[in-house]
């Protein structure tokens, strides 16, 4: 497992994908929180919050991880080199945990400058220091909970095809229907008295509530579950081969 995450780490640090996906997270972020006057810009909220970074982040995410992932299992089944993989002495569950791991890597390697964000907002509050604090880590520990589901599904996704394009568009699909589409669905009246159990069935449910600093078990289960959900189903995937 651990040659196959070094190996995939390498190669998306190496490759352009990787090094787009951190610089491209970073600059639509940075214009729309620095520069663009919008309602995201920090010095036009008038408040020392990293509130419109959380709201944002989740949606370049749910672009830039189906970019990442598309190419996890695609690319080898269409050039036959997954069959080389396969050939040495790991299992299918090493392998894909291996390609799980470097994806959630280069997600946090996205993430971590961004901190440099919390030291800016740190400094700017009046007085200084007037932040959320506990609000604002357990956001990024959200985020970062967030976008490792995301990897998970891509993952899943890109078990499934050959083709990169299908792979992202499955990836995309799939991961913003669970960040956002049980919160449309939840209030339709077939579910009645269910209501607030398939609201609790999205992402942002568990992602807004560890945005008020309280790292609570139940979130935390989520999204562990959430993971551990998709991994089991993209060894089904992979071991459909075999059938």
């Given at each position: ?122 400094q700017l509050g009046s007085p200084v220091g007037n932040i959320d604090t ?110």
């Open positions: 497992m651990l040659a196959v995450f070094r190996k995939e780490v390498n190669s998306f640090l190496s490759s352009l994908i990787g090094q787009i996906t951190i610089i491209v997270f970073l600059l639509i972020n940075g214009l729309f929180l620095w520069i663009f006057p919008t309602g995201f810009n920090i010095l036009n909220y008038g408040y020392a919050t990293l509130d419109n970074l959380f709201m944002l982040s989740p949606f370049v995410f749910l672009f830039l991880i189906p970019a990442v992932t598309m190419r996890t299992f695609a690319d080898e089944r269409k050039t036959g080199t997954f069959e080389i993989i396969m050939t040495r002495p790991v299992t299918d569950l090493q392998v894909i945990t291996g390609k799980y791991l470097a994806g959630v890597v280069l997600v946090l390697l996205s993430i971590l400058p961004t901190l440099v964000y919390f030291f800016s907002v740190y506990g609000g604002t880590w357990g956001s990024f520990i959200g985020l970062l909970f967030l976008a490792s589901g995301f990897v998970a599904i891509g993952t899943f996704c890109s078990s499934l095809t050959e083709n990169n394009i299908v792979s992202f568009l499955l990836t995309l699909l799939i991961s913003g229907f669970f960040y956002i589409g049980f919160d449309f669905i939840h209030s339709l009246s077939i579910f009645g008295s269910l209501d607030l159990f398939i609201k609790s069935l999205g992402i942002n449910a568990h992602y807004t509530s560890m945005s008020r600093g309280v790292i609570d078990t139940r979130d935390v289960l989520y999204f562990l579950s959430l993971i551990a959900f998709f991994i089991l189903l993209t060894k089904v995937s992979l071991e459909s081969r075999k059938w």
